[in-house]
């Protein structure tokens, strides 16, 4: 008898915390911040409190893809403490910049497949837009706030980034297929049913966007 209450409280104990796993991954992301740390918000010491020590602590630019015209240029000033860390969840590589001991962009880097992007929506909370190339630049952050595409495209370019904007930041995400077959495709413009995987995400603080 004891040895099938202890059976059953251990099978009870598994599927109590299986979602629980599910969740912990899916609410490492939100629409200002990742893995508890919010834009605007967060300090160095907050990044260190709960990631551990960093992989490298350094001055730097900010090398902005797709959307860096609607950031500010002092993007391109050596003035940003960016904390690297590397292998945490699903992301190979975050980059961390602060500006005045505040969190202002979230840089991240995947490995092959880990992050379709067919789940950015679910794991946001916010809408998305398909943009070839890049945003155009006399576009701003508002033109993009609360849009989202208006069908399901029937095929993908090679290689695209998906805008969604909201009153606190702005997230983009470079979207590709990795490896020998991913610069193939590009190089001869294949067209995909599937939308592929992230290769890298920004979450930038609008804060940043040019005044």
Known sequence: MLDCIVAVLIVMCVVALEPVGLGQQTSAYKPDGWQGLTLDKS??????????????????????????????????????????????????????????????????????????????????????????GQVPSNSTPSMYEGQKEARALKKYPAAYYMVGVTPQSMISAFVARGGIKGILEIANDVKR?????????DIISRTLAKR
Do not use: C
């Open 43 to 132: 300090s160095p010491e907050d990044a260190v409190r709960l990631l551990g020590q960093p992989f490298s602590d350094k001055t730097e630019r900010l090398q902005i893809y797709n959307i860096d015209a609607w950031v500010s240029p002092m993007q391109k000033e050596k003035i940003f403490r960016v904390l690297t860390y590397k292998n945490i969840g699903d992301v190979k590589q975050a980059a961390l910049a602060f500006l005045d001991n505040r969190l202002v962009r979230i840089h991240m880097k995947y490995a092959d497949n880990k992050f379709p992007a067919k789940d950015l929506r679910e794991r946001f909370g916010v809408d998305f837009v398909l943009v070839e």
């Open 193 to 201: 049913k599937e939308p592929g995987s992230l290769m890298h995400l």
